[in-house]
């Protein structure tokens, strides 16, 4: 158990549909990452928040959207949701903004989309 | 970021040592070298990391060649649980500043033989 937990565990929805997936990080971690990983992209990182503010931004499409609240948690949304948006969501958390020596990411056990 | 490159699968017979290789010719000198592995859809798990040291913990051993351009994980006992898909990563190791995402390859598809 890293920590780091995602809700829901499953989602299937229909196309065009919005659904939110929430993270929340390891107590104290301050930095949020959400990774996609669907069968032929593998896992692609989409954006990162550090301590309420975006930081990076990846692959994310515009139609994706997510914030970090005062709490610590994140949330991902994503909207008018296309049958390529069925993959798996990872949410991964660190101490620091990234990069310092031993400043892992620690993973969540992902959320499953499935567009219909 | 420096690229990397492992073969994409190998077997290994439980309670052996599995020798997993990774090239990273292109590191520069304030790359880090990270493992993680993925266990069936499940959320990638950090195993180890290093800079130029060899490295190990209570998972594995990373042995790094002097010149940097390669690394090995070693898994020293390795159970059926092991089998997974192994991530080597380089990323920069001192914070700029900026953020740092991970950027996974292909990785190895390790498997575990009874």
């Known amino acids: 158990d890293s920590g780091v937990t995602q809700t829901p565990k499953h989602l299937i929805t229909a196309t065009g549909q919005r659904v939110t997936l929430r993270c929340s990080p390891r107590?104290?971690?301050?930095?949020v990452y959400w990774y996609q990983q669907s069968l032929d992209q593998g896992l692609q990182f989409l954006i990162q928040y550090y301590n309420g503010e975006e930081r990076a931004k990846g692959n994310i499409l515009e139609r994706f959207s997510a914030q970090q609240f005062p709490d610590l948690h994140s949330e991902l949304n994503l909207s008018s949701l296309e049958l390529g948006d069925s993959a798996l969501y990872f949410c991964a958390s660190s101490p620091r903004v990234a990069g310092a020596p031993g400043d892992t990411q620690y993973f969540g056990p992902g959320t499953r989309l499935t567009v219909l | 970021d420096a690229k990397t490159t492992q073969p994409p699968s190998m077997d290994c017979a439980e309670g052996r040592a599995a020798n997993l290789p990774c090239n990273h010719s292109?590191?520069?000198?304030?790359?880090?070298v990270y493992w993680y592995r993925q266990i069936h859809s499940q959320g990638p798990q950090y195993i180890i990391h290093g800079l130029k040291n060899n490295e190990t913990n209570e998972m594995a051993s990373l042995i790094i060649t002097e010149d940097r351009k390669s690394s090995t994980l070693i898994l020293p006992h390795a159970t059926l649980r092991d089998t997974a898909v192994y991530y080597c990563i380089v990323s920069p190791g001192i914070s700029s500043g900026s953020a740092r995402q991970l950027t996974f390859g292909s990785g190895t598809q390790l498997t575990v033989l009874p």
């Open positions: 292109t590191i520069s000198g304030n790359e880090y």
């Open positions: 107590s104290g971690d301050l930095s």
